[in-house]
């Protein structure tokens, strides 16, 4: 099992970037495949990118060349790096676990662990 806390949602303006950590606990970290979503009021959580052990990183059409993860495994952490933000980026942004790496990775249905969230608002 891996408990996940996320940080560093904040306002920011149009075009800044900014880097969300999800810091994990638990054992065997670098065995679970990490994901990023993200969910505004009245509309399903929206997958913006995956990661595995570093091999590949799929990302959502959305976020696509603006968004970056990166894990440090001997941080139990992994990071969104969002560039060139817009204001339909605001949103809560959460990350997830699963050990199952074979699923579907762009399904939230597919993660087994969550975190909280963090608040991220883009004010044009």
């Known amino acids: 099992q891996v408990h996940l806390v996320e940080s560093g949602g904040r306002l920011v303006q149009t075009g800044d970037s900014l880097r969300v950590s999800c810091a994990g606990s638990?054992?065997?970290?670098?065995?679970?495949?990490l994901g990023w979503f993200r969910q505004v009021p009245g509309k399903e959580r929206e997958f913006l990118g995956a990661?595995?052990?570093?091999?590949?990183?799929l990302y959502g059409d959305s976020v696509k060349g603006r968004f970056t993860i990166f894990r440090d495994n001997a941080k139990n952490t992994v990071y969104l790096q969002m560039n060139s933000l817009r204001s339909e980026d605001t949103a809560v942004y959460y990350c997830?676990?699963?050990?199952?790496?074979?699923?579907?990775?762009?399904?939230?249905?597919?993660?087994?662990?969550w975190g909280q969230g963090t608040q991220v608002t883009v004010s044009s």
């Open positions: 997830a676990a699963t050990v199952y790496i074979a699923r579907d990775l762009n399904l939230h249905q597919s993660y087994d662990y």
């Open positions: 990661d595995w052990n570093g091999a590949r990183a």
């Open positions: 638990g054992p065997s970290f670098a065995s679970y495949a």
